[in-house]
């Protein structure tokens, strides 16, 4: 029985032993000499403008100012969205106006019948503008 005991001791000694012994202070520091004066600017996400609409048949033409930064650049894509005209619920947006579109106009094929609005959100890279304001609403 004493040899039971002995070993848990001596495995518990041994394990205190070794991380003792590879353990080190470790300092680190960062410098940057130099002298002068530095200026930072952010560039602010804009908000979309309200867009046009127009339906012919089944077909919905969307168009919509440029969205631009304070510097003048534009913005590199939009998120089109339709809603229902009457109740506001949001729609999925069908091809040729899907996903990120990398110009001021669109034209979403296969709508449904129905009265819709459409919005327009700027993006670029991760970050997301506003959302503009409602289009007119069309009837298909």
């Known amino acids: 029985m004493t040899g039971r005991r002995l070993v848990p001791a001596v495995t518990a000694g041994l394990l205190v032993l070794c991380l003792g012994a590879g353990s080190r202070p470790v300092d680190a520091a960062w410098s940057a000499p ?6 930072a600017a952010a ?17 919905v033409t969307v168009s919509w100012p440029a969205a631009t930064f304070q510097n003048g650049a534009a913005v590199a894509g939009y998120v089109i969205k339709r809603y229902n005209a009457i109740n506001g619920s949001v729609a999925a947006v069908g091809s040729g106006c899907s996903g990120i579109v990398t110009t001021t106009s669109c034209t979403e094929q296969s709508v449904p019948s129905g009265a819709w609005i459409y919005t327009d959100t700027p993006v670029q890279l991760t970050w997301t503008g506003g959302e503009s304001s409602p289009s007119n609403s069309i009837t298909v």
């Open 34 to 39: 130099g002298s002068g004066a530095a200026t």
């Open 43 to 59: 560039a602010v996400m804009p908000t979309g403008t309200a867009p046009a609409a127009s339906a012919s048949g089944s077909s």
